[in-house]
Structure formats: C-alpha cells, structure tokens
C-alpha cells in the first residue's frame, strides 16, 4: 500500500496530515500608513475597504491590487469555521512565509508575533476560537531597512540594477490544521548511506504522565512496506536509527540521485493506548553528500554540477509561484536544457518546488536572502532566520549545498574585517551544528572565509580568455590575481586549503534591448548567442580542477533580461540546442 497523502495543493508535502483547511482566496485588506490600526483596534472593527487575494502579495497583479508603491503597514482579515467533525482538537494556525514582521489576532485577542520574512510558522489558537464563525486578523510590517533578510527586494522607490518590487505581507499560502493534543510536531530525517540506515529525530506535543504513547514508523517504497518500527515516548524529543536492510527478503538500498530520483514514502502513527492519536506521511531520500581531494561527491561518487541560477519570479506573482504547475514547468525546462541542478538564488522557495526537485531529481543549492548592513541588529535578524531556514528544509533531498552569504551582501568589508570575518565563520560552524552533512559555501562568489567549496563568479565573455585567465590554478587560489571586478577568490588572512571550485555565476547574455540588462554586450542573433554561450561553457569544462558550474539565469526578471527564457517562460533559443552545450564532453573526453 502507498503511505503517501501528498495533494498537490498541499502547502507543506513533507508533513502532510489527512485533514487541513486552505485559507488561500479572497481576505479583507487596507492600508496603514500611518501605523494607526493597532491603536484603533483595527483587530476588532477592521476598516479594510479593499480585497486582496491571498497569497499574493498587493504589489502584484494576481493580488487583484497591484500597487507597487510601497506601504509599511497593511492588514489582512478573514473568518472561518472549524468543521464539526474536527471540534474539541487542537487549531494550528500556518502560515508559509509573511515578509516581514506579522501580527495575529483571533477574535480581537492577541495571539502572538513572527519576524522573518522568508520562514514558515504557526500559532496554536484552539483557546481564542468560538464555536461558529471566527475571525483572523493579521498585521505586516515591512520596511526598507538594509538589516532585515530582504534578497532582491528593492529598498528604494524604484527598480535599481538587479534589485526587484518589493515583497509585503502575506505571499505564501495559509491554512488551518486541527490536531490531537498528543501528536507528532516534527521529525528530522538523517540518511546514513554508508551504514544503510536512517535516522528520525522526533518532536513529540502532549506527553504526559502515565500516558501510554507509541510511535510507529512505517517506511515503504512504491507502495511496499519494507520496515515498522515502535518505540515508546517516554520523553518529548526522542530518536530511532532504521536499518533498511530487510531481513525478511533480499532487498537493495535505493539511493537517491538525479538519474535514480528514488523516494521512500514513511508514516508515523502516534497511538494512546489503542487510539491513534496522530498520523503524518513523509518521505526521505537516501542519498550522501561529501568532499574529497577537490571534488564534491554524491552518494560516494564525484558529481560535475551544471547549474542554472534560478530566482523565481513570476510577471503577475513576483516571488509567489502562480501554481504549482508553474513550479513543475520551470523544473521540467531546466532538466530539458541539460541542467543537473539549480542555485536557488536570493531566495527561499515554496516547499512544493522543492517537493518535486525531490521527485524529479533535481540539484538545489539552498541560498538566504542577504542583508546589506552589516551591525548587530542585521545580525541578529540574519541568524536567527538562516538557522530556521536550515532546520525547516533540512530534510529535503535535493538540497545539497547551504549558502548563507553571496558577493559580500551584507558583510561589505570581509575582506579585510576581521568581525565581518567572524561572523561568516560563526554562521559556518552554527550551520554545521545543525547539518554537518552538507557542504556550506560562505560567500559565494569570492572573498571566501571558511568555506567548503570555493564558488568564483566570472562574466568573462570570451571563452579564450577565460581559459587564459584560469590556466594557472594557483594564480586563482593564492590571490595573485583578481577573478573578477577587482574581486579576489579569499579574504585575507586565509588560504585555500583545497576546496573543489565552482564557477558559481557565469553568461548573463543578453539579446539586444533598450528596455533591459544583461552582463557584458548584448548579442544580436541566434548564432551569436550560441557562439558566445558554447564557448564560455567549453572553457569552464576543459579547466580540469575545476568541478561545476551555474549559469546566470533560468529567467528575465523585470528589468533584467539575460534569461534563457523571457518572463513568462518563454524559449529565447531552442532547448535542445542549450542541451547540446551543457552536455557536451569537456578535455579528455569527460561528459562534463
């Protein structure tokens, strides 16, 4: 039997109950410039004139308002009823992502407050609620400040280099969850390929004494039971390592790569006695992510990376995907063009994007939106939203690589700064405190602290040149000279210690354009497009040491216009004949 529940529309496929409330559609919307809502008590007779279509945020089209002017204060208000079946459980409120700081009220009663634009969260609000309808009101707060994790978010009143419209509010779907006052919160899920185990770190609400709790996983794949196991919750954060090696039959470990997508499906039934109190539907992927002698591996075997830098924007949503089909289109063109991965650029996505990466096989590089101050407020906010990013996506497969920093965004004097420089590192070492299984880029791009592969990102447009500029490895890795815009590979004080190297950012070619960017000229043809792009590819796969690349980008995003496909996914240039480039054999032969 198959243990999977994913539905579609599900907002979070990783952890999916039966029984879930979508609270996407039409809320009650206004504006609060003046900041006056609270003191008005707005979260009890909300004025909203307007309508607002969640979750799309009211700088975009699809939002039914589409002002992109900037607003620091607005206010969302809906009313629900909790089905009658479902009455007398407890009421999880969820919300995917707000940018950036939110305000809950619950029948006019304060509930509580998230900041953090990009992470999901949830409010248990089972005492606020009546037993028939039931009003949500829900305040954002956004600013233009530089210290928040804003990505490419503008802070000015217009676009500005590769810097976009604003994100405020609700821009990631909400919905209701109604659970046992015993039941599973969350389960981390930790692959052991070597071992052919895996682990699951459980979170368990609501033990109390002289409950008689068990929790039973159940791990299957393509429908087959291959292991259970029970424990007893004794405590409320436990752990079980599984052995899947079955003992009952012969069965092999499936692994999980970009050829071999391979998924386990497991349920965890929380039961009291003999009634079951909780039922969750997961899956894992077993699959190993490692570093050795300059290369990076995958599931124990060197991995050459073709990335394309991905920043998901949309022309009516922005950053709300408009669908999930629309999630799986751009998955589905990327693979088609011979790309293994995606450097998620700027941005943490919709969880059903890395859902179908999972399913498809697709390679992510996980990146945070940047600050662009760097003091102790900024760092604060920085941290404390990285460090949820890492815990909540951690179980995803496909996310292979961590990436907290880009370009100095943020830490603008890393090169020389020796606070700057530590903080890089804190962030490394608090990443790997939680995930010593993946590899952490620090800075991506150059001025490299400590750091697990050394990313340099290079717009040369000549592939000759490129060639000549990286003959010599040890010009690059001792800073004797800059890559790029002045820029060198490491910050001073440290010393390439034999990292694999990615060229991490490269192309950006342009068609050309009086309404757009791209980097270096615009080309005027088909032939010249492909002329230039096959011979910068070439260069960077006939440089022996170096191990994968990401090309500069999917998509155009509003005024930037160097994507292999316009905004509306359109094909600048035959799939099959950017295919043609990216798997092409690099020096010696090797399908690069």
């Not at 304060?110 to 037993?131: K, M, P, Q």
């Not at 000759?464 to 010599?472: H, I, K, L, Q, S």
Request: glycine share 8%; net charge negative; aromatic share 14%.
């Amino acid at each position: 039997m198959a243990l999977s529940m994913y539905r579609e529309e599900y907002p979070r496929p990783q952890f999916v109950r039966e029984f879930w409330l979508d609270l996407n559609g039409e809320w009650d919307f206004g504006f609060d410039d003046g900041n006056e809502g609270e003191s008005r008590q707005w979260y009890r007779t909300f004025p909203g004139d307007r309508k607002i279509q969640v979750p799309f945020a009211y700088e975009t089209k699809a939002s039914g308002i589409g002002e992109e002017k900037f607003h620091p204060y607005v206010w969302y208000r809906r009313t629900f009823e909790v089905p009658a079946e479902q009455r007398g459980k407890r009421v999880n409120l969820h919300f995917q992502a707000v940018d950036y700081v939110a305000k809950l009220w619950v029948n006019g009663e304060y509930v509580g407050l998230h900041e953090g634009g990009y992470t999901a969260f949830s409010f248990d609000i089972t005492r606020y609620l009546n037993d028939g309808a039931n009003a949500i009101v829900l305040k954002a707060e956004d600013s233009d400040s530089c210290t928040q994790p804003r990505g490419k978010q503008r802070w000015r009143e217009a676009n500005f280099g590769c810097w976009y419209v604003q994100t405020t509010g609700i821009w990631q779907p909400v919905w209701l969850e109604c659970v046992d006052a015993r039941h599973v919160e969350s389960v981390k899920i930790t692959p052991d390929v070597d071992a052919n185990t895996v682990r699951f770190d459980y979170r368990v609400q609501g033990r109390t004494a002289g409950a008689a709790l068990r929790l039973t996983t159940r791990i299957a794949m393509d429908g087959a039971l291959i292991k259970e196991t029970s424990i007893a919750v004794d405590r409320d954060a436990l752990s079980a390592s599984v052995d899947l090696i079955s003992e009952a039959r012969e069965w092999r470990v499936e692994l999980w790569s970009p050829q071999n997508p391979k998924l386990y499906e497991v349920e965890f039934v929380l039961t009291d006695g003999d009634r079951v109190a909780d039922r969750v539907s997961s899956y894992f992927g077993m699959r190993k992510v490692s570093i050795l002698k300059s290369q990076i591996l995958l599931n124990n075997q060197p991995i050459y990376q073709r990335l394309i830098l991905d920043q998901g924007y949309w022309t009516d949503t922005h950053l709300t995907p408009p669908s999930v089909e629309a999630l799986v289109k751009d998955i589905d063109l990327i693979m088609e063009m011979g790309y293994n991965g995606v450097r998620k650029h700027q941005k943490i996505e919709d969880p059903r994007f890395l859902y179908w990466c999972d399913v498809k096989g697709l390679l992510v590089w996980s990146e945070v939106p940047a600050t662009y101050e760097f003091n102790d407020e900024a760092v604060s906010r920085f941290t404390r939203e990285w460090l949820d990013i890492v815990r909540q996506h951690y179980n995803h497969p496909s996310i292979i690589t961590w990436v907290p920093f880009n370009e100095s965004w943020g830490i603008g004097n890393v090169f020389a700064d020796r606070k700057q420089q530590q903080f890089t590192e804190s962030i490394y070492y608090l990443t790997k405190a939680i995930d010593p299984y993946r590899p952490v880029v620090v800075n991506d791009g150059w001025e490299h602290t400590i750091s697990d592969i050394l990313t340099l990102h290079d717009y040369e447009e000549d592939g000759a040149a490129f060639a000549e500029r990286y003959a010599g490895k040890e010009a690059i890795t001792s800073n004797e000279i800059a890559h790029c815009n002045h820029r060198y590979a490491l910050a001073q004080g440290y010393e390439y210690r034999g990292q694999p190297i990615v060229i991490s950012e490269f192309g950006g070619i342009a068609f050309r354009t009086d309404k757009g960017w791209g980097y270096g000229n615009q080309v005027d043809s088909e032939e010249a497009f492909l002329e230039r792009f096959r011979s910068i590819t070439q260069a960077i796969k006939d440089t022996d040491y170096i191990c994968g690349y990401c090309y500069t980008q999917v998509s155009d995003v509003q005024q930037e216009v160097n994507g292999l496909l316009t905004e509306d996914r359109t094909p600048k240039i035959a799939l099959d004949k950017i295919r043609d480039v990216n798997l092409a054999k690099g020096r010696g032969g090797l399908l690069r």
